[in-house]
């Protein structure tokens, strides 16, 4: 229903959008050049159009919209602590891909629970670490618009990194990696670098 959208003009000093059911998208300073509008909508599992990796709960969605522009700087979303969550587990952030023909989730970044919310975040702290230099990996985060959903576990996942190439050396964007133990996918960024989450254990990156 239309009253479940929510959009407001957001320019290059940045801005946030909050859904009537609590659901925000902040747009950060420099991240557009030019005044659009964007929009946000909460999702159901179904409106989200994809099923779930047997691991993993659905925590909430949304659907973003950027007026068909990417984002210079990613945008960050929140959602409210659906009432059952204790606030334990991994939380990601996914975005639903259609790729060869199937719906795919893709990761995006984790998340984490504060304040009564679910709050994503662009950045991997290392091995706990994070308050040095040199400690975090950086995602990509939130540039364009589409499917995202929350979803969360209370099974052993960990995160690789690394980087594609192409066939001339250069790095490759785009590039789907996947794990052999975990039904998510990654894409590797602009520099070719990428983030995967991957199932506690011995896996395999392809």
Same mark, same amino acid.
Do not use: W
């Given at each position: 229903?239309?009253?479940?959208?929510?959009?407001?003009?957001?320019?290059?000093?940045?801005?946030?959008?909050?859904?009537?059911?609590?659901?925000?998208?902040?747009?950060?300073?420099?991240?557009?050049?030019?005044?659009?509008?964007?929009?946000?909508?909460?999702?159901?599992?179904?409106?989200?159009?994809?099923?779930?990796?047997?691991?993993?709960? +659905?925590? /909430?969605?949304?659907? *973003?919209?950027?007026? #068909?522009?990417? @984002?210079?700087?990613?945008?960050?979303? $929140?959602?409210? =602590?659906?009432?059952?969550?204790?606030?334990?587990?991994?939380?990601?952030?996914?975005?639903?891909?259609?790729?060869?023909?199937?719906?795919?989730?893709?990761?995006?970044?984790?998340?984490?629970?504060?304040?009564?919310?679910?709050?994503?975040?662009?950045?991997?702290?290392?091995?706990?670490?994070?308050?040095?230099?040199?400690?975090?990996?950086?995602?990509?985060?939130?540039?364009?618009?589409?499917?995202?959903?929350?979803?969360?576990?209370?099974?052993?996942?960990? +995160?690789? /990194?690394?980087?594609? *190439?192409?066939?001339? #050396?250069?790095? @490759?964007?785009?590039?789907?990696?996947? $794990?052999?133990? =975990?039904?998510?996918?990654?894409?590797?960024?602009?520099?070719?670098?990428?983030?995967?989450?991957?199932?506690?254990?011995?896996?395999?990156?392809?």
């Amino acid at each position: 229903a239309p009253e479940d959208r929510q959009m407001a003009v957001i320019g290059p000093d940045g801005g946030t959008v909050t859904a009537v059911t609590g659901e925000s998208v902040t747009l950060p300073a420099g991240a557009v050049t030019n005044f659009i509008p964007v929009e946000i909508k909460a999702l159901t599992q179904q409106e989200a159009g994809t099923s779930l990796p047997a691991e993993f709960n +659905f925590e /909430g969605a949304v659907s *973003l919209s950027f007026s #068909g522009n990417k @984002l210079l700087l990613p945008a960050s979303i $929140s959602i409210p =602590l659906p009432a059952q969550m204790t606030g334990a587990g991994q939380f990601l952030l996914v975005k639903a891909l259609e790729l060869e023909g199937a719906t795919r989730l893709a990761l995006v970044g984790i998340c984490k629970v504060e304040n009564g919310r679910i709050v994503f975040l662009v950045t991997l702290p290392i091995d706990g670490g994070g308050q040095g230099g040199g400690d975090l990996l950086q995602f990509e985060g939130i540039l364009t618009g589409g499917r995202y959903l929350v979803i969360q576990t209370d099974a052993g996942i960990g +995160f690789a /990194g690394g980087n594609v *190439l192409g066939s001339t #050396g250069s790095p @490759l964007s785009g590039a789907v990696v996947s $794990s052999d133990k =975990l039904s998510l996918v990654s894409l590797s960024f602009a520099n070719g670098n990428y983030i995967s989450a991957v199932a506690a254990g011995p896996f395999t990156l392809t």
